[in-house]
């Protein structure tokens, strides 16, 4: 596949890079030649300098004979048009992101064919939704759902109050099927067989039915926290969005924001949501508002450092679970360790939704595991499947992934080895980087 990507930078960057991993002729244009040069160093990709609606450039990438076509610039309006002309140009599909609340539903609202935009994609409310899931299951570091919501995945840590331990997972007797399809353990993936054993410290990410989760949970030695009272540093759209979320789930949310005129905004624009004027760093207010006693506090300013900063004071002040947005990915290794709960990135999740566009087919979605390095993907079975009929424990699956779930005529199955695939079921796959290929041809 050729793709074309318009904008150099970090989300463009990542999406980039993943096209490139996976073997697909990828282009980059941008109007910076200092983007430009960092991709065209880092990545084995054909780079053009320029701005992306001009049809000249366009033609220069190669846009006639392009699948694909993903505009990710900070600019909504540059990204439209540049979809619009690239169409009139005969790319097959286009991505714009588009981050402005007031372009957000053009899709529902305009003519797809008139727009020349298959996909839209707002990285705020993306992220947004994202946190509003994790707050959901407070006491995990990872959630997702696949299967139309009836399978989920956690990912929790082994703790001094787990039983677990010391048994070979074969040996783990709960009277609810589930299946753990990684372990992470010492920043290194493992993906598990049924004499390996669960050790203290370790990060499991675990696969089951989601009305049987909260059992499995249990069995586990988790507890979930009620989610009551959330507090919000920044109000920002992703603030904003995640106000909204919450409160659909009946949950009291205070929102810190330093800008009035902001503020003015969040309280017009809000229901139930509390919104106080001042600095998020200043620990007497933080204070003030019992910051200690709520339930989760979520940092979402622009400025990572004070991210961090004030997720700090929360949990020294005794905040039970925090979140901060963090955008530079170099930062990750020291929130793990100074004990952030979870850390939520716009580009990665941005990248992942784009991605799930890219395979979109059989692939139903995509979901990268940040911490793991690994995804996590939902895919039909397509009627070419080669292995139809023979069980899991006979068929020569790729290493470095799992077959963690199944779905067939709305019945979910957690596999065994003993289990067969067959076309047509919706299949959820833990993947390591090196075996995502592997996986699609498998399927294939």
Not at 107 to 125: C, F, H, Q, V
Not at 294 to 307: E, I, S
Not at 335 to 350: F, M, N, Q, Y
């Amino acid at each position: 596949m050729k793709a074309i990507i318009i904008g150099a930078g970090k989300v463009g960057f990542s999406i980039a890079q993943m096209l490139s991993f996976e073997g697909h002729d990828v282009v980059v244009i941008d109007r910076s030649t200092e983007r430009l040069k960092t991709i065209d160093e880092h990545l084995d990709v054909q780079v053009v300098s320029g701005n992306g609606a001009s049809v000249s450039v366009l033609k220069e990438a190669g846009v006639t004979e392009a699948d694909l076509l993903a505009a990710v610039t900070e600019l909504d309006e540059l990204n439209i048009v540049s979809c619009i002309v690239a169409r009139s140009l005969g790319v097959k599909r286009t991505i714009a992101r588009v981050r402005n609340p007031e372009y957000v539903d053009l899709d529902k609202n305009t003519s797809k064919e008139a727009l020349g935009i298959d996909l839209i994609i707002n990285p705020e409310r993306v992220t947004a939704m994202e946190i509003a899931k994790l707050a959901t299951n407070a006491e995990a570091q990872v959630v997702e759902f696949f299967a139309n919501g009836k399978i989920q995945l956690l990912e929790f840590e082994i703790t001094s109050q787990n039983p677990i331990p010391d048994k070979e997972l074969k040996d783990l007797n709960c009277p609810y099927p589930f299946l753990i399809v990684a372990i992470l353990r010492n920043g290194k993936v493992i993906i598990p067989k049924g004499n390996d054993k669960i050790k203290f410290g370790d990060m499991i990410f675990i696969l089951a039915q989601t009305k049987d989760m909260k059992d499995v949970e249990r069995f586990f030695g988790q507890r979930r926290i009620k989610l009551e009272n959330v507090v919000i540093l920044g109000g920002g759209r992703i603030g904003y969005y995640l106000a909204q979320q919450l409160e659909l789930r009946h949950i009291n949310v205070k929102i810190i924001e330093k800008n009035l005129t902001r503020c003015q905004f969040l309280a017009d624009n809000l229901n139930r949501t509390l919104v106080i004027n001042g600095d998020g760093a200043d620990l007497q207010l933080l204070e003030d508002e019992n910051v200690g006693a709520t339930d989760l506090f979520v940092a979402l300013t622009g400025d990572d450092k004070l991210n961090i900063l004030v997720s700090l004071l929360a949990k020294h002040l005794g905040t039970k679970k925090t979140i901060a947005q963090i955008r530079r990915s170099d930062y990750n290794p020291l929130v793990e360790k100074v004990g952030i709960d979870r850390v939520v990135s716009p580009r990665k999740l941005t990248a992942g939704a784009i991605l799930a566009f890219v395979r979109k087919g059989k692939i139903i979605s995509v979901t990268l595991l940040d911490d793991a390095g690994a995804e996590i993907s939902e895919l039909i079975v397509p009627e070419t499947y080669r292995h139809s009929g023979k069980a899991l424990k006979d068929v020569d699956f790729p290493s470095g992934a799992i077959v963690g779930g199944l779905m067939r005529e709305n019945k979910v199955i957690v596999p065994r080895g003993h289990d067969i695939i067959i076309p047509g079921d919706r299949v959820i796959v833990f993947t390591l980087p090196n075996s995502t290929q592997k996986v699609q041809r498998f399927f294939s």
